[in-house]
Structures are given as C-alpha cells and as structure tokens.
C-alpha cells in the first residue's frame, strides 16, 4: 500500500475525532501519554518486567509487584485514533493473518512483525518478559496470546475464567452487581468446581507473577491496592448513577475516553484524583440540570466496541439532539438498579444480553446502538439476540451498525449515516411516547 | 468398490431420514452433541444413541434472524437446521464450551428452540493439561450424569459406563485399522471412502457402526490395492462434513491418505483404555489428553507432532489447510503450522471454507493446480 493511499485513508479515517464536553476529560490524553511515557522511561531499570495483558485480566497484583503493563487492545486503540492502522494490519495479513481476524490482534502482530519500531503511536509498547491474558469474554485472545509466546518466546499464562450460561430456559437473570462484569457469569453454584478452577487459576496468575519476577508476592500492598481500586470503582459507579439523570449531565463520548484509568491503572492515586474530580463535575452538571445537549429528545444506549477511529459517530447523535447515555462493554455499574414500571419479562438468553436490556432500562434509555465488528466473534455473536430482546421484552428500537474497531478501511461512511438518519427518526419518535417514568435513586 | 461400504454411504449421504427411521425401530433415545469433547458415553449409559451435530452444506436464511455472517458457516447451518425442525428426532442435546461460537449455540438453542426436552452445556476447559483440569472435568462428567439421572428417574451405573466406554472404544480401534487402509502406497481404500467411514461412526448408533465396521475391515484389512500411485495428501481442519472436498482432491489425481480433522482423527485416535476402575475419571482423562482441538491451549505443539507423524507414517506429499471463514482458532495457528509443515518439506495449500457455499470451481481449480505440484 503505498504512502499516498495510507496518508488519504488516514485523513478520510480522522473525519470524525470525538468531542469531549467535559472539563476533565480533556486531560484523558496526557494522561495516555504520560502512561506510556513512564513505560518507556523505566523500561530498562534493572529488574523491571514488563507485561503484555488481555484488558480483563486484574489488574492489581501487577500493580503490586511492580510490573509495568502494556494492553495490546488498547494500544490497538491507540494506533486507531493517533496513527497509521495500516501501516501494522498489512504487514499482518501479509503474513498470513486473515482479514476476518480481530483487528486489534492484527495490528500487534504487525508491529511485532515490524520490529516494535520506535517511530509508533507512542513509542509504541516496549518488548515483553512476559504474557498474561483471560479466557473471559473473549477466547480469540487465548490464540492470540499464544501466538505472541510463540513469536516473542516468553512465558503466557491463561487465566481460565469458566463462563457459564444461565440455568434453565428463560435465559439469564440479572442484578446490579452483574453489571460490574457485563453480565458475564463466571462459574456457578451448581457446578462449584468451576468456581474452584477459576480460584486456581487466580493463584496461578500469582505463582506466575512471582516466578517471573523472582519474587513474592506482598499480600499487605496487593490489599492496600485492592482496597484503593475499590475505592475507584465505588466513584465510577457514583458517576454513573448521576448519568441516569435527564438530561444525562455526561454521555458515553466523554466516558469512552474517561475509562482509561480506572481500566488501566485502577489501585492508584491518579484514578483516584482522577475520578473524584470527575464526579464533582458531574455532580456540579446534574444539580444544575446541564445536560450534553440541550433538549434532550432521546436517549440511547451503546452496546460493544466503538469505532475508535471515528468517535466522532457519537457526538452526531447529539447533533439531532439525542445523546448516547452509556456504554456496556467498559462498565456500566452503578450505585443503584432498576426501575419499577419497566421490568421485563424476560432478560434475554445470556448474561450479556441481559446487561444491555438492564442499560436502557437502569439509564433511561428509549434504544440502543449496537456495533458490529465482523471480526469479533465474542461480543457480536449476541448482537442480533439484543436486538430481539429489546423490541420484545421493551419494545426498544436499536440500531446494528457495522464496522471495525480499528480498520478504517471497513468503514461505509455514507450508507452508515443513512442509517442512522432513518433509526433517529424511529427512536425520537418513540421517545415521544415514553410508556414508562424516568427513574433514579432518590436520595441523589 | 465394496458393497460394505453401501451402510455407510447410506447413513451419511441420507442422514437425517435414515437416522429418524432407525431410531423408531431400536425404540432407543437419541442425543446429538457439538463438537469431540462431549463424553457421548456417558449419553450413551444413560440409554440414548449419540449423533454429531453437521451443518450440511446449503443455504442460511432462518438463522440469519439470529446469527450474522461473521459466525463460521458450520454453526450457522446447524441452526438453520434447527429452526428448520431436522434435529426434531432428538431426545437430547449437549453442547460443550468448545469456542465462542458453539457456546453460543447452547444459548440459542435453549432460549429459543422448545426441544429437545433435555438440554446441556458441558464446560470444558480451555487449558485441558492443566493439572487442575482433570477435577473440573470429573466434575462436569459428574454433573451431565446427575442431570441425566434426575431428568430420566434412573440411576447411571458405573457398569453401564464401562460397557459404554468398551463399546465406544472399539469404535475408536475400528477406525484407527480403517485408516491404516491408506499407510500403503499406493492405499487399499480412498480417501473419500475413509472420510465417508468415520462421517458415519460419529452419525450412527453405536452397534451399528461398529458391526458395519467389523464386516468391512474382514473384507479389506489384507488386501491388496487395486488403485493407482498418486500423490499423497493430508487434510487438516476443524469440522469436514464436506466431502466434495475430498471428492474434488481425488478426482485431480491425488489420495487423501490422512488427516487431523475433528471429524476425523481427531475424534477417535486416542482411547479411554482399560483403567476403568473409576470410569469417571477414565473418561475425564480420556477427553482431556486426546489429540486436541486448536481452540485449546497448548494444542500447536500436539497438532504439529500429529501432523509431522502422520505424514512421515503415510507417506505425505502435501498438506491442505481446509479452514472454515472465521474460525479463529485455526487462522491463529495457521501462519506458524504452515511455516513449520513447510519446513519438514511437505507442499501446502489453503483453502477457506464455507458450507454455504460449498466447494466451487475456483477452489477445484486451486486444489488441481496443487495435485499438479505434487506431481512433479
């Protein structure tokens, strides 16, 4: 692929950077670029290790042993939003990874394949000591990992999270507190062996840690650590509750960009500093009734992953005076659940399902936006299933709207926004007639 | 051409109407299962006949409603067959956590489809050498059994289970002595003829399959090759219902002598044995050490010394890699197994495939060009 061609798809690719509304999101991307910045820093201390970790793997006992982590799906995000993706897919598919392939998992085989070369968004993600990665949510990436042991030859723990279905035929249930987990049921307690495996395995990542790292594991920092991410979480849930309000005082164009402490770097004084500051704007922006737009005519939920190289999709909803409220796929918790005179039947036939179903529900929302990713099998194998759901169980409008994660190439700019032209009429429409109240705790 | 083989022609070119057919005359319970990490014995003691799940090949429109076209091709036509009503004939239905994907059929399936009445999902480890493993796994075996007992209102005995496994077992030998038709060059049997055996051991009731087995093997087993020195190929894949692919290798002037195929070896090249003291545990074992699928961890190093021994024991000239569009699992193995199967000096070919579509011209013209490779 030539320069020139790379040069104008980028451009094209860019039309749609995501406007943040809020005062302290903006400072999101220095704090990306301050991560990696210390990465590379510290990168040839002695004795430091460096991991490369699937996103759903905890965080907390690497923060403990002073390992310093690279996530190959979110520098994956960050080669999508600051520069070249072709520049890393290419080089993968010529070696022989298919285009139906995750994008993400595309893009790092390509810039091992390039040498990690200095010149990457970012400098790029340091060589690794070590691999650890999660069967949970997603199985492509036990492959994945495996390949980057095989190509990198360095170690790769697989922490096996058992997921299991509901039991029965009614499909899942669903609480608050799955929400922190989109929904996903990890073992269960008619089969206690899988929740006895998945302690195993969760000891096993410790033994591992220690193994590579020649070291034990301090048990009294990893719980200080786990107490102060706790701590964050309790503040993104406190976040979130605010977002039910109407007019949503934040929607998910700020959130998608504010997710990337808690999820990254979740036990430290930054995210706690971080978040406390962002709930007292958001707080400051619900009591004064200041919401992303000004009328808010509906509201809408987004479910899977966005398409990083144009964030921009979303602020086009509030264009036309909608917003998209919140997102499943980061966490979607909040301090509260529920709403009394909007409980479906049924939740729909898996726990992910479900969490979407509970988002419109739990966030007032009147539809859902539903991405596709035709090469993620994991998350978009429930997509078509949502949207039943929705319609039957709510009588919710949603939207599948089709692109890569990260390949701007797969990208229908034309055909996508007529689309979403016809499905906003449809969902403004349908809010109009809300059969149902707004909910939200009262005590805030 | 053997007339043995007509039984299993029969079941596996006409399988749903000669399976439903059986069944009403055996009286027995039928339960299909997914993929080869299912432990059809414990079915099996608990007085059903097994039968795989295939997709066919043809159109999807029904499943479309619920799956989209980046699920491979292979779940998706087993669903539509579902909707359509032609696993009707089942009694039961167990799905293992295989991938993603397949998971994904249990949920459907027990969401939206009112039978079979017995419904079950068998979690099976991604990590299947770990040393934890084996106790998820009895754990799970014990689980299916109990739900067995508790939705039949009989107790499964360990004796039923080691008649199971004896029975199932000898599947597996028969097979292993079918395949060894082909070591010789040139082979005493096809490709297609030994694709078209084991398709059928994974189809048809146990007693069945293994009487029609012993029957054919007594008349070919000391034979000697009436066919013609050819090229020799091995295919590997995941699921290969698909025989027109072998059809279509053989007919450009090559034998298909192997293969490392879930339909295939895969599914019967390693036995539960005869430590049946707790059988359990025998069959924990048994699933858990087999020739794995790529979806488990550490499954390239296994794959890569099946693939390397069976060609060196048969003799190979080539290798296809047969993957299905968008079956992760195999597309990641596939750079690093192409480039090591390189380097012990076989030819290799891929093939994407895809039951909606079949095997067309384009995929014919590719495979002969390579059969002409081979020959040179």
Known sequence: MSELKDSEEVKKANRMRGKKHLKTTQEISQIVKDYYAERAEKVGDPGQKIAWCGVAVPKQPMQAMDVLAYYPEQYGTVVATRGNPFRFISRAEEWGLSREMCGYARITIGYILEGFPEDAPLGGMKRPDMLITTTAVCDTRVKWWELMGEMLEVPVYVLEAPEMPPIGRKGATITGGDMETAGIQIGRKDAPHTMGFGGQNYAGYIKFLEDVCGKKMDAKRLAEIQKASGRVSKIRREINEYRKAIPTPMGSADAFAAMFPGMYMPGTPLADDFYSRLRAEVKERMDNKIGIVEDEKFRLVWSGIPFWYNLGLINYFEQKGGVVVIDTAYGCAAQSSGNPNREPEKWGMNGMVASVVKAVVDYNCDGAILSYTPTCRALYVNQMEIQHTLMEELGAPSLLLESDMVDPSSFNEAQTMSRIDAFIEVVAEKAKQRKWTPYMKEQL | ?376
């Not at chain 2, 059809?247 to 539960?272: H, K, P």
């Not at chain 2, 195999?330 to 690093?336: A, E, G, N, S, W």
Request: aromatic letters at 10%; glycine letters at 6%; charged letters at 30%.
């Open chain 2, 1 to 376: 051409m053997s007339d043995k083989m007509a039984p299993f022609r029969e079941v596996v070119s006409n399988r749903h109407e000669w399976i439903a057919g059986r069944k009403k005359e055996t009286g027995r319970k039928l339960a299909g299962y997914f993929c080869d990490y299912v432990p059809e014995e414990v079915l099996y003691a608990a007085g059903y006949d097994t039968i795989r799940i295939t997709g066919g090949v043809g159109n999807v429109e029904k499943a479309d409603n619920h799956l989209q076209s980046n699920v491979c091709s292979f779940s998706r036509r087993c669903f539509e067959q579902a909707l359509q009503g032609v696993f009707d004939y089942l009694d039961g239905l167990v799905v293992p956590h295989a991938c993603d994907v397949i998971t994904k059929m249990y949920d459907l399936w027990a969401y939206r489809m009112e039978s079979p009445d017995f419904i079950h999902y068998v979690w099976v480890p991604h990590k299947v050498f770990d040393k934890n493993a084996q106790a998820v796994m009895v754990g799970e075996i014990k689980r299916l059994k109990k739900e067995l007992e508790n939705h039949l209102g009989t107790e499964i005995s360990d004796d039923s289970l080691r008649e199971a496994i004896k029975i199932y077992d000898e599947t597996r030998r028969l097979m292993k002595r079918v395949y060894r038709l082909r070591a010789s060059n040139p082979p005493v049997i096809s490709g297609r003829d030994a694709f078209t055996v084991a398709l059928a051991s994974i189809l048809a009731p146990r007693e069945d399959f293994n009487r029609w087995a012993r029957d054919y093997l007594a008349e070919m087993e000391g034979k000697e090759s009436s066919l013609e020195r050819r090229p020799r190929v091995l295919v590997t894949a995941s699921m290969l219902e698909d025989l027109d692919l072998i059809g279509a290798i053989e007919d450009s002037g090559a034998w298909v002598v192997a293969d490392d195929v879930c339909t295939g070896s895969r599914y019967f090249w390693d036995e539960v044995g005869e430590d049946l003291e707790k059988p359990i545990d025998a069959l924990a074992k048994r699933y858990l050490n087999k020739l794995p699928c790529p979806r488990s961890v550490g499954s390239m190093a296994p794959r890569r010394e099946h693939i390397l021994s069976l060609g060196d024991d048969y003799a190979v000239d080539g290798v296809i890699f047969y993957i299905l569009r968008c079956c992760d699992a195999q597309l990641f193995q596939y750079p690093l197994l192409n480039q090591r199967t390189r380097e012990a000096g076989h030819k290799v070919l891929y093939i994407q495939g895809d039951q909606t579509a079949g095997i067309n011209e384009a995929i014919t013209n590719r495979v002969k060009a390579f059969t002409e490779i081979l020959g040179e």
